[in-house]
């Protein structure tokens, strides 16, 4: 009964290079988040998907920031041309239903640390 | 002003103390409440929901004041492994009931022998 898969677990990328993240969900969970975390604070909401749609993208960055859940495969946050400024841990959820409510919970994978040289 | 304000801490204990960790918000609108725990940068995970009426799991107690808008966690009898950061979690969705969550900065904690 695996979780939510994340990988790769580290990623290095050079300026201006793109990076692409990749999230599994739990089986059977047709809900994905995305959330970042920068050194030295608390995690921040990206997006929210259900499969073939985004339903919140309000916490992206208007540029060089995008994110799909196709109808098969895995989540894909992908950042374009990327600054140091992004070097963060990147961590994707999943639920059965919305989530987060007292019923169903958000499960977290293990992340996405990138790192920009 | 933050959504979701936590002190920082540190805090450090020895095992055994009871250790109390506040939290307020901003948006009166939010649907629900919790604590995560968050080990070193590993994912955060799921300690406890937090209700209106309070709510109690071994030796955690978690409380809500809507009207102050204020969340507690307190810890009784601290174990060497409660070492961790506690993270402050509100729904801040709004009218809809997905998971968007507000996380606050953190609560650092340490207990020692």
């Known amino acids: 009964n695996a979780g939510v898969m994340q990988n790769p677990r580290h990623l290095v990328r050079r300026r201006g290079q793109e990076a692409r993240l990749r999230c599994s969900p739990m089986?059977?969970?047709?809900?994905v988040y995305w959330y970042r975390q920068l050194p030295e604070e608390g995690l921040k909401f990206m997006v929210y998907?259900?499969?073939?749609?985004?339903?919140?993208e309000s916490g992206m960055p208007k540029e060089r920031f995008s994110a799909e859940f196709p109808k098969e495969g895995p989540s894909i946050l992908r950042i374009q041309q990327v600054v140091r400024g992004d070097s963060a841990a990147y961590f994707c959820?999943?639920?059965?239903?919305?989530?987060?409510?007292?019923?169903?919970?958000?499960?977290f994978g293990n992340g996405t640390r990138l790192t920009v040289t | 002003r933050k959504e979701v304000e936590q002190d920082p801490g540190p805090f450090n204990v020895p095992e055994g103390a009871t250790v109390a960790f506040n939290c307020t918000y901003s948006?009166?609108?939010?649907?629900?409440f919790f604590w995560y725990r968050q080990d070193c940068r590993k994912e955060p995970k799921l300690l406890m929901s937090?209700?209106?009426s309070g709510n109690e799991d071994g030796r955690f107690t978690a409380q809500l004041n809507r009207a102050s808008q204020y969340i507690s966690l307190l810890i009784r009898d601290s174990k060497l492994s409660d070492s961790a950061t506690y993270l402050c979690?509100?729904?801040?969705?709004?009218?809809?009931?997905?998971?968007?969550?507000?996380f606050g900065q953190g609560t650092i904690l340490t207990v020692h022998p």
């Open positions: 959820a999943s639920s059965s239903n919305a989530g987060q409510t007292y019923n169903s919970p958000l499960h």
């Open positions: 089986k059977g969970h047709s809900h």
């Open positions: 998907l259900q499969k073939e749609n985004i339903i919140d």
């Open positions: 948006n009166s609108a939010s649907q629900s």
């Open positions: 937090v209700y209106s």
């Open positions: 979690v509100v729904n801040n969705a709004g009218g809809t009931s997905y998971g968007k969550l507000t």
